[in-house]
């Protein structure tokens, strides 16, 4: 069956962090022998373009939005169709004096940046040890993909990481929305990549959802909705796990951030009812556990150690959680659409979903998978969710696993010894005992797992965050790993789950931003009414997961 | 609130301070801006650290990318970009007029004049230099001639001459064809901008029809038509599942194929229809069909339409269905319910033509075209983007022409006019806000002074020739900017809009009297915050 494709949407500057990392590891996995060839459907989320010359070339099928001084390095054209005119060969015809340049100092790439743009470095920039973890200022210092040219859109009335301009609240994303360079060029850039594809299923809109950039991701979605009214749409709100104002010095500094994390509140409120009304599904992202007011402590994964300062460590996280769970309706093999996956998962209008991972899937070196799932402790996965622990009743979820090959499975025959004696021994696919593990182990649960050999690529630029006891095939080794040596890929498993928890996630959220009084904040234009019937939608949301609705 | 009180910035600076601060801020941005200013200003390509490149004379796109720190800029900034968005044009006057005005407020404050004096003479001299706006005005006949005018003197201020002129014709063209007949407002969106990256600004042009940046999706399709009908619409032609089907049941790739296949029935019978009314009206005859969707057609859709020979082109942009109507006529349908030849529109010729990977459908040979299509041609993204910024400034000056009935001569003639008769006038107001009235006749002098500068005219010399010319002669007078010597701009044919004048006067005198009398109006802030 041919693609059904997909067009990603990315607001926000963390929810780029997360992007940009999503396409890295999509790109570092493409394999160019045929004789093998991939799994994965990538003309779901990438589009088959010709550059001016003729070039066939392969790009995401992809917009992002992003303030003025964000990009640093990166041109906004990028440079696959063009390269970036020589500005010294600037030619207009004007006056010969009366022509002035104004030229910038030139971003300086770093050595990552460099590499990849050096024919002979290239084959060896997956394993070269970068710093990035210094270097990494904003998502394109570890952009590994070359983007279209239409791809990149930038905001000129607000700088990034700017005071004087702060874009900060859902407000003024709304009314940026208004803007000709949104209403007409951004909806017409959509209708273009739309116009291209024969079997169009829906979007993915990525985005920040604590500043301005939930209201115009909200603002973009009901033009969505409103122009391609059958396409599902799954938004992905994104919360970094860390805020730098958060780490306050004095007492002015800290009534800023008290402010700025009220202003965050109002923020989630405000789009999560958009996405709730507008979008087919939504589910809210975090690599820590809070989410709002303050991210709170990371999450913990086994075997991994992430600093949640870096934006570039905790959206790794999120993409790597993201490129696995939508492998569900991105296999070539899948029966699935996305339509499908949302219509499991939102059944009594619970379009509030929450998510989880497990990274790396600690299975032994040396290990089967029926005696690493007999022997695992604790949870099998982790929410990546804010305030939302992941149900083990009366839940409706769909997994992925990826990495774990049939051969792992259990050991022959004639050789199984102890492992005849579970009852797992009787399925015969990862797929089948991964679903009757989680039957065991879960009540009045409906689980679909969906799952693929070939294990997740996190070589560079993905960042090293996996202790010494992780191979380089992303398995869990009785000896450390050598010094020199990186992990290539891992086993992953990451799922969606709708159950009661997210209703107290929601229930949380209400508290929180019932608490304040949009009146003593100016920079929204949101009437004490309107407020009101946010705090009451978001409640009505709630009670959806209330009644003990049965699968 | 709270928090701008809390950030050290903010602090309330004494009064005076922040007089003073004001009005260098003000000079400060004036600065920036003044080499701008008319056809002989400078022209500047600005380069980012990534090497993105943008070219430009236009104050309000440079006000856009300059990155402006200071509060009161950035308020002269928001005024002046506010005036484009209104009119489209005077945003760098605005500037200069604001700085001007402070800069003359700033002698009187320092003898002591107190600022409140000044703003309120600003505010008389105001309603004055109206009433000679008013005077000076030119009614004009809407016809080509006097659009031509206007329009090219706002895009010589933008492109060099050349391509000012050609620019010109099409914009005027463009602007006379999709004019209701009736004398109601023009709808500029009916004026459809396309880029096409080849050849040379000079090659852009005006098509009486409609470029669309999308083509035929069929490798058989026709990729060129005759005498066609068009049928635009905004019905859905692609099979989308509508029945919700869990991932948790499988079903296997064969039910699932039966089923899209009973669900297709539906889209089929729709697509039935075009081609029943086309073979209807075209069978025997040497007419053909072009269907323009707002909505999806899928593959198995395009391939039945493409056995017809009909060109069908899917997701239209919105915009395009009135665009289309008023281009070819006919209706654009919501259903295809009753279909009949009355609902279509006509068109001489319909093409494609592939640049790079884009494709782009010309609707051409239109009858009576009340939407066209503006084809902008250039070699790279920053010259198709001045032009088409040039372009929209072309537009909106003759929208302004026409709404106003009326034209300004240019060339710094209303000011020095102006300048003029509030001298004259001066001596009726009372007291110290005279003061105030000279002020701002004196501040007016900045346009054709910075116009005189900016080609090279010794500023003192100039002004005083003009200021003489003007006195003995009834016609108002402006500056020749290659010889220097004065003309009438009437004769030259430089026009400018009377609605942005009117702006730049209305708004320049009211900013800067709020930066005057920033002293009040921080107390009152304060007050109403204790309040
Ligand atoms: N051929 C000309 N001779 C003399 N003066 C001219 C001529 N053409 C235009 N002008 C004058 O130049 C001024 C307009 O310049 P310009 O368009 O650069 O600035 P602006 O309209 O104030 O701002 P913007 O940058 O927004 O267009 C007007 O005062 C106009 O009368
Ligand atoms: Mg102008």
């Known amino acids: 069956m041919s693609s059904r494709e997909i067009l990603t949407l990315q607001f926000g500057h963390y929810a780029n962090f997360v992007g940009t990392h999503w396409w890295n590891i999509q790109e570092t996995g493409f394999e160019y022998n045929t004789t093998q060839p991939s799994e994965i459907d990538h003309s779901v989320l990438f589009r088959e373009g010709r550059t001016p010359k003729g070039q066939v070339t392969f790009t995401p099928r992809l917009l992002l939005v992003d303030l003025k001084c964000s990009l640093k390095s990166l041109p906004k054209q990028g440079d696959l169709y063009e390269s970036a005119p020589d500005s010294s060969q600037l030619f207009v015809e004007w006056d010969g004096n009366k022509v002035e340049l104004q030229k910038n100092q030139k971003e300086p790439k770093n050595e990552f940046q460099i590499d990849l743009e050096n024919p002979e470095a290239l ?60 209403e007409d060029e951004f909806a017409d850039k959509i209708r273009s990549y739309i116009e291209e594809c024969d079997h169009f299923q829906g979007f993915h809109i990525l985005t920040d959802c604590t500043n301005g950039f939930a209201g115009l991701s909200s603002a973009c979605l009901e033009h969505v909705r409103d122009e391609y009214d059958r396409k599902s749409v799954l938004v992905l709100p994104t919360i970094p796990a860390h805020f730098p104002d958060n780490d306050f010095k004095n007492d002015r500094e800290q009534v800023f951030s008290i402010m700025n994390d009220s202003t965050r509140v109002i923020n989630l409120l405000m789009s999560f009812n958009s996405y709730r009304q507008f979008g087919s599904m939504f589910a809210p992202l975090c690599a820590a556990t809070d989410g709002w007011r303050q991210p709170g402590v990371p999450r913990e994964f086994y075997h991994t150690q992430f600093n949640h300062k870096l934006p570039y460590h905790s959206s790794a996280i999120l993409a790597s959680a993201l490129d696995t769970l939508t492998l569900k309706y991105r296999l070539k093999s899948t029966t699935c659409s996305l339509t499908d996956l949302c219509a499991d998962l ?112 996190v070589s560079n630029p993905f960042p090293e965050i996996f202790d010494q006891w992780i191979g380089v095939n992303g398995n869990v080794c009785a000896n450390p790993r050598g010094e020199s040596q990186r992990v290539e890929s891992i086993p992953i498993l990451a799922g969606f789950h709708s159950g009661s928890e997210i209703g107290e996630m929601l229930e949380s959220l209400h508290t929180e931003a019932k608490k304040l009084k949009i009146a003593r ?31 | 609130m709270a928090i701008s009180l809390l950030n050290p910035k903010a602090e309330v600076a004494r009064a005076a301070q922040a007089l003073a601060v004001n009005i260098s801020a003000a000079k400060g941005i004036q600065e920036v801006m003044k080499s701008n200013l008319g056809p002989k200003g400078t022209m500047k390509m600005l380069v980012s650290g990534a090497g993105d490149i943008k070219i430009t004379k236009d104050g309000n796109i440079l006000l856009h990318e300059m990155q402006i720190q200071h509060p009161t800029a950035s308020l002269i900034a928001r005024a002046s970009t506010a005036q484009d968005d209104m009119t489209g044009d005077g945003t760098t006057s605005t500037v200069l007029l604001i700085g001007e005005l402070l800069k003359q ?100 042009s005006l098509i009486k ?85 707002q909505k999806g057609i899928d593959p198995m859709s395009l391939d039945q339409l493409a056995k017809e020979g009909i060109i069908a082109l899917r997701r239209a942009k919105r915009r395009n269905m009135e665009r289309l109507s008023l281009a070819c006529g006919g209706t654009a349908m919501n259903t295809f319910d009753d279909l009949s030849e009355s609902c279509l529109g006509y068109a001489g010729l319909v093409y494609e033509h592939v640049l790079g990977e884009t494709k782009f459908t010309f609707v051409e040979e239109c009858k009576n075209p009340q939407s066209v299509t503006i084809l902008l041609k250039g070699p790279n993204k920053h010259s198709l983007q001045q032009i088409k910024d040039a372009i929209r400034d072309g537009l909106r000056a003759i929208n302004n022409a026409i709404e106003d009935k009326a034209v300004i001569p240019g060339a710094g003639a209303f000011e020095i006019a102006a300048n003029k008769e509030l001298l004259q006038w001066k001596d009726t107001v009372k007291g110290k806000t005279r003061l105030g009235v000279v002020a701002y006749a004196e501040a007016l002098l900045v346009i054709p002074k910075i116009l005189a500068t900016n080609s090279g005219f010794d500023v003192q010399e100039t002004i005083v020739k003009l200021q003489e010319e003007s006195h003995t002669s009834p016609e108002p007078i402006g500056l020749d900017l290659t010889s220097g010597e004065p003309i009438s701009p009437k004769d030259a044919g430089i026009f400018d809009n009377y609605i942005v004048k009117k702006q730049i006067i209305n708004s320049c005198s009211v900013i800067a009297s709020n930066l005057l009398l920033v002293d009040e109006i921080m107390r009152a802030g304060m007050s109403s915050l204790k309040g």
């Not at chain 1, 149900?391 to 774990?404: A, C, K, N």
């Not at chain 1, 797992?424 to 689980?447: D, G, P």
């Open chain 1, 521 to 551: 904040f100016h920079k929204f234009t949101i009437e004490q009414d309107e407020y009101g019937e946010s705090l009451n939608d978001i409640l009505t949301l709630r009670e959806n997961y209330e009644d003990s609705y049965l699968v």
């Open chain 2, 105 to 204: 407020a700033d002698i009187y404050i320092a003898e002591g004049l107190h600022p409140r004096l000044l703003a309120e003479g600003f505010d008389k001299a105001k309603t004055k230099a109206l009433e000679v706006l008013d005077k000076i005005k030119i009614p004009i006949e809407i016809n080509r001639e006097n659009l031509l005018d206007v329009c090219r003197t706002s895009l010589r201020t933008k492109v060099h001459q050349t391509l000012a002129d050609v620019l010109t014709e099409v914009c005027v063209e463009a602007v006379l064809a999709i004019r209701p007949k009736d004398n109601k407002p023009v709808d500029l969106h009916m004026v459809e901008l396309m880029q096409m990256q080849h050849k040379t600004e000079t090659d852009s």
């Open chain 2, 209 to 293: 029809g409609l470029v669309l940046d999308h083509g035929s999706r069929h490798p058989d399709m026709p990729k060129r038509l005759e005498n066609c009908y068009i049928l635009t619409c905004n019905v859905s032609l692609e099979y989308e599942k509508s029945e919700v089907n869990s991932g948790f049941f499988y079903k296997t790739a064969e039910e699932r194929d039966k089923m899209v296949l009973a669900e297709r029935e539906f889209i089929d019978q729709r697509v039935k229809k075009v081609i029943e009314l086309k073979k209807k009206i075209c069978t025997g005859t040497n007419k053909t069909f072009v269907i323009i969707n």
């Open chain 1, 123 to 182: 084959p060896s920039v997956s394993s070269k040890k970068y710093n990035l973890d210094e270097n990494v200022e904003v998502w394109s210092d570890y952009l590994y993909s070359k983007y279209h040219p239409r791809t990149v859109n930038i905001v000129n009335e607000y700088e990034h990481c700017n005071e004087e301009t702060p874009f900060d609240s859902y407000s003024s994303g709304t009314a940026l929305w208004k803007n000709e360079m949104f």
């Open chain 1, 346 to 457: 939102t059944g009594n209008d619970r379009k509030a979903i929450s998510a989880s991972l497990c990274m790396p899937f600690s299975l032994n070196s040396d290990a089967e998978l029926i005696d690493c799932l007999d022997q695992w402790e604790g949870p099998l996965y982790r929410s990546i969710t804010p305030r939302c622990k992941i149900g083990t009743e009366r839940v409706m979820q769909h997994l992925m696993l990826r990495g774990i090959p049939e051969t792992r499975l259990k050991k022959a025959q004639n050789k199984a010894g102890k492992q005849k004696e579970m009852a797992a021994y009787k399925c015969n696919s990862v797929k089948e005992m991964m679903e009757f593990y989680l039957s065991c182990t879960t009540f009045a649960t409906a689980s679909n797992v969906g799952v693929l050999e070939k294990a997740m690529p």
